[in-house]
């Protein structure tokens, strides 16, 4: 499991690789609070390689997503696989989230 921070232009580019589960969610965030506290206010989180996310990952993705837009950011997330996505659609975090099909549709919207 990994976190790759990089900037596109404007955007902080947060890569996740592998699983997002609660031995390393704490990481994530704090990566992203770190990149907010710098100054940074728009994300993109993109999950092309990851396969799963447990109910922590998720709960981390809805905190960050609170304290982004509350430091008037925004954050999008890009490329779920089918499982990722039935899981947003379920617990209808798809309906809180911004979820764009890949990094391209999302960087165009940020």
């Known amino acids: 499991m990994s976190f790759a921070i990089k900037k ?12 997002l589960i609660v031995g ?3 990481e994530l965030k704090q990566k992203v609070l770190d990149e907010l506290e ?13 396969g799963y996310i447990d109910s922590s990952g998720l709960g981390v993705l809805v905190s960050l997503s609170k304290k982004i837009r509350e430091a008037g950011g925004e954050l999008r997330l890009a490329n779920l696989n089918d499982d990722l996505k039935t899981l947003f659609e379920l617990t209808k975090l798809d309906t809180l989230f911004q979820i764009s099909v890949n990094r ?3 960087l165009k919207t940020l």
Request: charged fraction near 30%; charge should be negative.
């Open 24 to 26: 390393n969610r704490q």
């Open 104 to 106: 391209d549709d999302a």
């Open 38 to 50: 710098r100054g940074e206010r728009k994300f993109l989180v993109d999950f092309s390689q990851t």
């Open 8 to 19: 596109q232009g404007a955007v902080c580019i947060v890569d996740v690789e592998g699983q």
